[in-house]
């Protein structure tokens, strides 16, 4: 499991949740990390036990919302500059809704469909468009993973907005896989489930 020693891996949705348990992970496993999300409170509290674990050298952290692709290619650019080409990000930013569980698909709202497709869809165009062209061209390969879910497999009641988000999700990752495979850059999706 060293292989991840000073390696540079970008993490999207990494104040909480499956991003920062990602961060967590990937430090602890000697990567040099930089954490991204857009709640700023929980972003610099997680970012200061990063930073305290394994050294200012090896942490940046940006506030970041995912659905500005300019706020993205500024994160990507800013995370080069302090820590080095990318060897790979796991893009794990995603919203269920404002409305959560409870909307049928005559009831969602246009603002909630928006912002659903916005955080969990062009989210990850927004951080692959940013992350592909910051990656190591050493000849080892780089990796980015996509966070789905398993609504990306199925159709689940009440979350229309969530599930044809998700299904973007793995479309778009694997479009990806095969455009930059050929060039050594593995692109997958994980599809986790929680209750």
């Not at 499956?18 to 990390?33: C, D, N, Q």
């Not at 050294?55 to 990507?76: H, L, Q």
């Not at 060897?87 to 698909?105: E, K, S």
Request: charged fraction near 20%.
């Amino acid at each position: 499991m060293s292989d991840f020693k000073g390696k540079v891996i970008a993490i999207t949705g990494a104040a909480s949740g499956i991003g920062l348990a990602t961060a967590k992970k990937m430090a602890s496993l000697g990567a040099r990390v930089s954490i991204t999300d857009v709640n700023e409170a929980l972003l610099t509290s997680e970012a200061a036990v990063l930073t305290g674990l394994h050294g200012a050298e090896n942490v940046f952290s940006k506030v970041t919302d995912v659905r500005d692709r300019n706020a993205v290619e500024a994160w990507i650019a800013e995370t080069v500059e302090k820590l080095g080409p990318l060897d790979g990000a796991a893009n794990c930013a995603g919203v269920l809704g404002r409305q959560g569980n409870r909307a049928t698909i005559a009831e969602i709202e246009d603002d909630d469909w928006d912002f659903v497709m916005g955080v969990n869809c062009k989210g990850i165009l927004n951080a692959m468009r940013a992350q592909i062209p910051a990656l190591k061209d050493d000849g080892k390969g780089a990796s980015i993973v996509n966070v789905a879910s398993v609504s990306s497999l199925y159709g689940l009641e009440f979350h229309g907005a969530y599930t044809a988000s998700k299904h973007a999700v793995v479309g778009l990752t694997k479009s990806a896989a095969r455009e930059f495979g050929r060039k050594g850059v593995r692109v997958n999706a994980v599809c986790p489930w929680a209750d």
